[in-house]
């Protein structure tokens, strides 16, 4: 059976593969000059390959497609994900949060192992571009016409793997979502996921490149509360970091959010009370802010005690109302959202070819027999951490083993 995957990313590749070693005749299409073009870039160049927890666990981290993810993630888990990886050679390390990473610290060796190894019988056609995907009249060989910028060929089957709409550098320009369109199927709205979130408030700009570790940020979107612990950073025009990622997939297709950061989440009021009360009591002669200082990195202690309308004043003369603001604006500092930044800097898109209209064990599309849709073309994603490529494999891996 000839079979044309489009998109040589994470899930491209593990399908291609997969569909191979199964003894498909495997041609992957990409506009690019290389394969995992956006591999590269995840983690930071290092490649947050999967996370090692429990299925279970890892569902609880998907934001949209969770009931739909159900099987493929009990399928192919993050152990499978660690095993597969190591069997092809690569060697894989753990960090914090249950994060895997290749031991070399390099994203370019999981694309290396995944083209060279698990690949080695799949024809790679990059720099073709798909233009078009159409089903084959009744006197064409094959029941797929795949156009593209070279010529015109002819599949029994044919997987969309192109990715989303973030990092459009990387050949994630919306692709698949014209071909899905193409063949009637609707497309969920796309929205960043996983990005920095810009704020209204005028100090950020005097906070950039600050960073705060365990920290706690909060908020209510639409009525629904969110919390997530960890560290983030001040940018230029608003806050980025682990904790503001997996906040922006929360509250990315919300209309009223409302965020706050408590700078100590570890202590409830009457215990940061007390310790403000022995800091003041050793520098009653003092500037409020040479005690913040001891609370927060520096900037942000003159930036909080503009915020509690305190700056210039001494300890001595600080009101125990005074001191209840301090502690009430420690545990919930207000920021003032604005908005998502745009896709194009997104981890990951939102939104995708409509869950309802592929079937969940198989991948292929309820209306067109012989098409089929894997990873981030699909309306899922994750909070960070793995989750997300971990869904490239396993969706990938589902659909080829069940393909036929």
């Given at each position: ?257 409302e965020l706050w950061i408590d700078f100590k989440p570890a202590l409830d009021e009457k215990q940061l009370d007390n310790r403000l009360l022995r800091d003041f009591d050793a520098n009653k002669n003092k500037d409020v802010e040479s005690v913040f200082l001891g609370l927060f990195p520096g900037a942000v202690a003159g930036v909080f005690a503009k915020v509690v309308g305190l700056e210039k004043r001494k300890v001595n003369s600080i009101t125990k109302e005074e001191r ?81």
């Open positions: 059976m000839k079979v044309a995957v489009v998109g040589a990313g994470a899930s491209g590749l593990f399908v291609a593969g997969c569909l191979a070693k199964n003894g498909q005749d495997v041609t992957v299409f990409d506009g690019n000059e290389k394969a995992g073009k956006k591999i590269y870039i995840t983690g930071k160049g290092r490649c947050n390959l999967t996370n090692l927890c429990p299925p279970d666990v890892f569902l609880q981290n998907v934001v949209r497609g969770e009931k739909f993810l159900r099987g493929a993630i009990h399928t192919f888990t993050s152990q499978d994900a660690v095993d597969f990886f190591e069997g092809l050679g690569l060697q894989t390390k753990v960090e914090r949060g249950n994060r895997v990473f290749p031991k070399s610290d390099k994203a370019s060796d999981v694309t290396k192992v995944l083209e060279k190894h698990h690949c080695k019988d799949v024809v790679f056609r990059f720099n073709e571009k798909v233009l078009s995907v159409r089903q084959a009249k009744a006197d064409e060989a094959g029941q797929f016409l795949v156009k593209t910028q070279k010529g015109d060929f002819l599949f029994d089957r044919v997987v969309i793997a192109t990715g989303g709409k973030s990092y459009s550098s990387t050949g994630s320009t919306g692709d698949g979502y014209a071909i899905a369109r193409s063949f009637g199927h609707n497309i969920v709205k796309t929205v960043p996921s996983l990005c920095a979130v810009k704020l209204k408030d005028d100090f950020v700009s005097a906070l950039q490149g600050v960073s705060l570790k365990n920290v706690a940020l909060h908020c209510v979107a639409d009525g629904k509360k969110f919390s997530n612990f960890g560290e983030m950073l001040f940018t230029d025009e608003g806050i980025s970091g682990p904790i503001v990622l997996s906040t922006s997939s929360q509250i990315n297709r919300s209309k009223e959010v209840a603001k301090i502690v009430g604006t420690i545990k919930k500092f207000p920021l003032h959202f604005l908005r998502l930044y745009d896709l194009e800097s997104a981890v990951v898109t939102s939104g995708g070819v409509d869950l309802s209209e592929v079937n969940p064990k198989t991948f292929e599309s309820k209306k067109v027999s012989g098409l089929y849709f894997v990873g981030e073309v699909l309306d899922v994603d994750a909070l960070t951490g793995g989750f997300n490529l971990q869904i490239a494999w396993a969706t990938a891996y589902a659909c080829a083993k069940n393909f036929g």
